[in-house]
């Protein structure tokens, strides 16, 4: 256990280092999601919105959407370590911003780490249950096919990016704890109902 804690502090510490020259923007980026103003999650869905909006209106190939795509990352990763310090002024980087940045950092690592560590036990079932791995995935990439035949490509885009987005300001806010809480009590009661009239 402590060697894992020993390997993720090194991981979050060298993720630290790479995303040096983003931190003022991964700190901004980190207030709008988390919605520490009440108006960001309207700005985060309206600027979603029209983003999808122009993609809808310009329709663009895949060649010409990924080219793009790609060139506006590439833009981004040579700009803003140029401008961020110029905008957000770097001299003013405190121990609290310090503090926040490593707690996004470990996050991410965190999340990196489940991530593999549910494809490793995707594997684990695939060597130990090839039967149950083969019904699962199978089925899962049938019903997700099948959702995506009745789904217009874009706007199920639009709603899983819109979802991904809000996310975070919804765990931070309670959002989904209130509501599966309330799901997880409806459960509990039908449950009950049900063992009520079979007895």
């Known amino acids: 256990m402590c060697k894992c804690l020993c390997v993720q502090a090194q991981e979050t510490a060298q993720l630290e280092e790479q995303l040096q020259c983003w931190r003022e923007v991964i700190l901004a980026g980190d207030q709008v999601l988390r919605w520490e103003k009440p108006w960001f999650p309207g700005a985060l869905m309206g ?12 329709d663009p190939s895949v060649l010409t959407g990924l080219s793009c795509t790609v060139m506006l990352l590439c833009l981004a990763d040579y700009l803003v370590p140029t401008l961020a310090p110029r905008v957000f002024g770097s001299n003013k980087w405190t121990t609290e911003q310090q503090q926040r940045f490593h707690e996004i950092c470990g996050n991410l690592v965190k999340t990196q780490r489940r991530i593999v560590g549910w494809w490793k036990r995707l594997c684990t079932l695939k060597e130990e249950k090839p039967k149950m791995y083969f019904a699962s995935v199978i089925s899962s990439l ?20 819109s979802f ?18 309330m799901a997880k009590r409806e459960i509990n009661k039908l449950m009950k109902q049900k063992e009520k009239k079979n007895e």
């Open 142 to 161: 049938l019903a997700v096919a099948w959702i995506g035949q009745q789904v217009h490509n874009l706007f199920l885009t639009y709603l899983i990016v």
């Open 164 to 181: 991904l987005l809000l996310l975070p300001g919804l765990n931070q806010h309670g959002i989904i704890t209130k509501y599966a809480g």
């Open 47 to 58: 600027a979603t919105t029209v983003l999808f909006l122009l993609i809808y209106y310009l």
